[in-house]
């Protein structure tokens, strides 16, 4: 049986947990997937998360949109999740690639997010240099937040961080190189913000 080879499929997954940290959160999450517009994107929920799968325009798009609608609620909001690209066991008949490229969420509240990312430029023997140009760019961007074990932290206005991540890995994937995996982890509405809505 021949290896797995990674894929060149546009497919772009996001695999996610959403935490309301109140005792309402089956209302901020259905109320963030009702005021979501899904339909360019495949997605499945299970009893532990949720994955949504397509063109990688759409895939960031629902993910913001989901973000920030259940933030806009004014709750404590975590959201925890991995973007895949190129992943060996991925196929395109269940997903949504003959879509436009016309975005379907497009609310511009401001919002501030604090956020961790990783990549993860698989087998690529200078991921370093990889990692290393992205968090550059958010420093000069001006929304890079500090250096951490096995993370970096980036915040700011929603719109902005989630520009970034989306461009960081498109950035990060090489033909050579094609299969790609960045982790986010967002915390919005804290306490510990001192009390920021916008960036």
Known sequence: MEPLQCGTSPIVGFR?????????????????L??????????HTDDVSTVIRG?????????????????????????SGTF????????????YL?????????????QYVSSQFALYPMNNPDYMAVIY???DRAKERGIFNESMHYASGIHGDIHEVFAFYEEAFTNARS???RHLVMTVSMSI??????????A
């Not at 935490?19 to 959160?25: D, E, L, Q, Y």
């Not at 003959?98 to 401001?110: C, G, I, P």
């Not at 509405?189 to 916008?198: A, M």
């Open 16 to 32: 996610f947990s959403l935490h309301p940290m109140t005792g309402n959160f089956i209302k901020v999450i259905k109320g963030a």
């Open 34 to 43: 009702n005021e979501t517009d899904t339909s360019n994107v495949w997605m």
């Open 55 to 79: 063109k990688q325009n759409h895939v960031f798009n629902v993910a913001k949109a989901l973000t920030l609608h259940a933030a806009k609620t004014g709750e404590h909001v975590a959201l």
């Open 84 to 95: 895949s690209i190129g992943c060996p066991g991925d196929s395109a008949g269940d997903v």
């Open 98 to 110: 003959d879509k436009d490229d016309v975005l379907l969420n497009t609310d511009d509240t401001k």
């Open 133 to 135: 140009r992205e968090v």
């Open 175 to 177: 033909e050579e190189h």
């Open 189 to 198: 509405n804290s306490p510990s913000h001192g009390g920021k809505k916008d």
